[in-house]
């Protein structure tokens, strides 16, 4: 059986806070090569929308969220093509360096989480319904995104990554899901399929 890429719970390096990447060093090669493998991991995952560079052991603060995370949800009167598993997106992943959350609804929302270093397991998590945050691109420009729902959930997930802190810190229940019928079912919720 081939080696997990997805450092798992346990290794100490997801309970580090990550350091902050040097704005110099945004576009040299080892960030961009960091970059690249962090796109071919995510990539690799059926049921994953977003991966932090401690979950490939290393501890800078950079996340990247995969473009499918952002397609439009699929509504009941809304057939799909075909029942086949999830497409690869045409939405490009999104890079998020030194991310810093500016913004917090007061509302909160409790939804189910799952995590590509906690294998096996899901739980429900209450977090901000909306959140904003303020990083730099691929290229070191300043980006600021508006999210909710699903999107406001992944900031707030791979943030606490940066700060070493797990979904299973903040979970009200966890529940095993060895096959993963949770993400399953969520991800039919979510497009149709």
Known sequence: MPKDPVVQDGDPVLRQKAEPVAHKDITSPKIAKLIAHM??????????????????????????????????????DQKPIDNAAPKKSLLPDHVFINPEITRLSKKKKEMSEGCLSVRGKYGSVLRHEKATIKALDEQGKVVTYHGAGLIAHIFQHECDHLDGILYTDKAVKLEEDADLRSARVKLKEKHGV
């Open 39 to 76: 796109k071919k991991v995510l990539a690799g995952e059926d049921f994953g929308v977003a991966l932090a560079a401690p979950q490939v052991g290393e501890p800078l603060r950079i996340f990247v969220i995969a473009g499918k995370a952002f397609e439009p949800v699929i509504t009941e």
